[in-house]
């Protein structure tokens, strides 16, 4: 059998002010230890998270932030504002209308219409500004 040394611990005194609030709070004591298991749980979760990360999750993550920015930046555009309204009230009030189906000739009837002209143009600058968009990238 072989001989143990003794293990020395460093017990270090219990300040009075702590075994007072222990004494006279130990429901307020019981509780607060409870919850510091429990951030003692998430810091060990968090600490798994990070070493599961590796550098090129690091450096993808960090892609997706930046491409979520421009997008960002891109939307609180106020000219992109207020197209987004402009679009979305015409489908609106396209989706009331209840439009009925058109051949070649009733779209060609329809060009008469300044409101359908004015669409269209609107169409055609938005067509434009896609193409210019494809030859940027």
Do not use: C, F, W
Not at 55 to 61: A, G, I, T, W
Request: aromatic share 0%.
């Amino acid at each position: 059998m072989q001989d143990h040394e003794p293990t020395t611990t460093t017990e270090q005194p219990v300040p009075d002010e702590l075994v007072r609030a222990i004494e006279n709070n130990p429901e307020e004591v019981a509780l607060l230890v409870e919850r510091m298991g429990l951030v003692n749980d998430l810091i060990d979760v968090l600490e798994l998270g990070v070493g599961a990360l590796d550098d090129e999750m690091v450096r993808s993550l960090a892609r997706t932030g930046t491409s979520l920015a421009e997008v960002a930046d891109d939307a609180s555009d106020p000219d992109t504002v207020a197209g987004m309204k402009r679009l979305l009230r015409a489908v609106g009030d396209a989706e009331e209308a209840e439009a009925s189906p058109v051949g070649a000739v009733g779209l060609l009837r329809a060009t008469r219409d300044p409101e359908v002209k004015a669409g269209l143009g609107y169409l055609v600058a938005l067509a434009a500004a896609l193409g210019a968009g494809t030859e940027e990238e």
